[in-house]
């Protein structure tokens, strides 16, 4: 059983940055270098939106990254802890920011953007942004 647990939220004000947490357990023989790891974004009453996401990793590199076109590189995503989490950079955060942020994996390699690419995740982060 593959989990997903996002930590790192919180109420901060713009212009502020936060770097949230996607930490991985899962069956033996698959580590988390091995998936495809996104994060999505939902604004209260508005649909989850894509992010950013990094593909599995080899021995060279943590991976290849893909970003959503709106977001003016504030974004930046990386694998860490052994490559056993991903994280997500956020730097001048905006109020337009606010949203439950979601950590979401598939295995192996994919520059999926859809939702319905991915088969786990986790139960999200909520970050919110005071002007």
């Known amino acids: 059983q593959v989990q997903l647990v996002e930590s790192g939220g919180g109420l901060v004000q713009a212009g502020d940055s936060l770097r949230l947490s996607c930490a991985h357990s899962?069956?033996?023989?698959?580590?988390?270098?091995?998936?495809?790891v996104a994060w999505f974004r939902q604004a209260l009453g508005q649909e989850r939106e894509f992010v950013a996401l990094i593909s599995p990793s080899d021995g060279s590199s943590e991976g290849r990254t893909n970003y959503a076109d709106s977001l003016e590189g504030r974004f930046t995503i990386s694998r860490g802890g052994a490559r056993n989490t991903v994280f997500l950079q956020v730097n001048n955060l905006r109020p337009d920011d606010t949203a439950v942020y979601y950590c979401?994996?598939?295995?192996?390699?994919?520059?999926?953007?859809?939702?319905?690419?991915?088969?786990?995740w986790g139960q999200g982060t909520q970050v919110t942004v005071s002007a």
């Open positions: 979401a994996a598939r295995w192996n390699y994919a520059l999926d953007r859809r939702i319905s690419g991915y088969a786990f």
């Open positions: 899962g069956p033996s023989g698959r580590t988390f270098s091995g998936y495809t």
